[in-house]
């Protein structure tokens, strides 16, 4: 079954929009943890926009399934992770005016640095993915970089304004995780993944998980954080049975 990483990023964005203390996302991540997420998702950016170093900290303590942490492959941000050991690093490409992230890592430019941050985070034990584009240079020099998985910056496809683009898109990524596999690279996918369109990717070749933040956070301002993620769930299992059906 493919399992679900919860990106709690945007709890941390409405609570910095007034430099508060609610909503704080290490309640969220518990939350989050009771409803059947597989694991939390964070991103310490560099401007510390959402996500605080007080919040990397807690959370490193007390989430019980799979912490994930976003990082650019910047040496302030890869001793943090060091010194932090989530269970996972995954590293991000990171500009300070963009408001989310916009595309994938370029490990083909970037080999030599990442693949430095990738031997480190190795030392310490830690799991390390590359958040790339599904791109056939790209999923190659995640492998020349050692990484152990691969997530596909799946923005593209969401975004597509045509059936036409979004087809293709679709089996671009299909494509690419056919050869992450033979490459013997792990795969997850994420960014604009929602309830409506997370069904078409269960199919992909190695697929473990989905990290999902936006629109999980999104429906939780209407129906609670508990149901929008028992809902996101509830959405890639039927999708799961629907895949199997037709394998019959």
């Given at each position: 079954?493919?399992?679900?990483?919860?990106?709690?990023?945007?709890?941390?964005?409405?609570?910095?929009?007034?430099r508060g203390r609610e909503p704080d996302p290490v309640a969220a991540a518990a939350i989050a943890e009771t409803a059947g997420a597989d694991g939390i998702t964070i991103h310490l950016r560099e401007d510390?926009?959402?996500?605080?170093?007080?919040?990397?900290?807690?959370?490193?303590?007390t989430v019980r399934t799979?912490?994930?942490l976003e990082m650019a492959v910047a040496p302030e941000i890869v001793d943090i992770a060091v010194r932090l050991r989530p269970d996972m690093a995954t590293l991000v490409p990171e500009r300070r005016e963009e408001i989310t992230t916009e595309g994938g890592l370029d490990a083909v430019k970037q080999r030599v640095k990442v693949k430095?941050?990738?031997?480190?985070?190795?030392?310490?034990g830690i799991l390390v993915s590359l958040f790339i584009a599904p791109d056939k240079d790209q999923v190659e020099a995640a492998r020349g970089c050692d990484a152990d998985f691969i997530e596909f910056h799946t923005g593209k496809y969401a975004d597509a304004?045509?059936?036409?683009?979004?087809k293709h898109e679709l089996h671009g990524l299909y494509?690419?995780?056919?050869?992450?596999?033979?490459?013997?690279?792990?795969?997850n996918a994420g960014h604009g993944l929602n309830y409506w369109n997370v069904g078409d990717l269960?199919?992909?070749?190695?697929?473990?998980?989905?990290?999902?933040?936006?629109?999980i956070i999104s429906r939780a301002v209407l129906v609670g954080l508990g149901q929008a993620i028992a809902d996101m769930k509830q959405a890639i299992r039927e999708a799961e049975t629907m895949m199997n059906l037709k394998r019959v």
């Open positions: 079954m493919i399992k679900l990483g919860v990106n709690i990023d945007h709890v941390a964005t409405l609570r910095q929009a007034r510390r926009r959402h996500i605080q170093d007080r919040d990397a900290e807690i959370l490193r303590k799979r912490l994930n430095k941050a990738v031997q480190r985070l190795h030392q310490e304004p045509s059936e036409r683009e979004r494509s690419m995780a056919n050869l992450a596999v033979s490459l013997n690279l792990r795969v269960v199919s992909l070749a190695g697929l473990e998980e989905f990290n999902i933040g936006h629109s």
